[in-house]
């Protein structure tokens, strides 16, 4: 007898499933028409202590991050007075530098680029700073030490 296994008829080890085209894109795709935000923007009263203005750029950065699924992204001053609300150029500027020195953004910039933002919560965490009076960030002002615009949360500055 010729057992010539490539001639020979196998039984069907598994079954295809085919998905309709919508369905498999929906399977694929993570949830999506929110933008998750860290809890501790809230829960560590972090929004309490950012001005309108700042929190409205820091949740713009969000969305383009992290509602993206990006790690960072470029975006120009003019998409945030757009999207922000923010009439005057050099507000949106200094809301972006308070961001900054509270480690919650990281932005590369380079000449002849749109800026590239990073949102880095991380980096906030780890410094625990919060800004003085003066700065587009809320603060009842009661430090009276001179600094570079930060001091450490735990007042001991």
Known sequence: MNT????EQLEPQGQVVHFPKNERKAMSNKEERYTKMPNFLIDGQLMALLSDK??????????QTLGFDRASHQIA???????CGIKKRDTVMTCIRDLE?????????????LNEYFFTPDQY???GLVPLKGSTVKGDGTSTVERDG???SNGTG
């Not at 001053?77 to 999207?83: A, E, W």
Request: glycine content about 4%; proline content about 2%; overall charge positive.
């Open 77 to 83: 001053i003019t998409q945030f007075q757009k999207y």
């Open 125 to 127: 965490r780890e410094t």
């Open 150 to 152: 930060v001091v450490p």
């Open 54 to 63: 700042a929190f409205k750029c820091l949740m713009f950065i969000m969305r």
């Open 4 to 7: 010539n296994l490539a001639h």
């Open 101 to 113: 020195e509270l480690g919650l953004i990281k932005v590369e910039r380079k000449t002849g680029y």
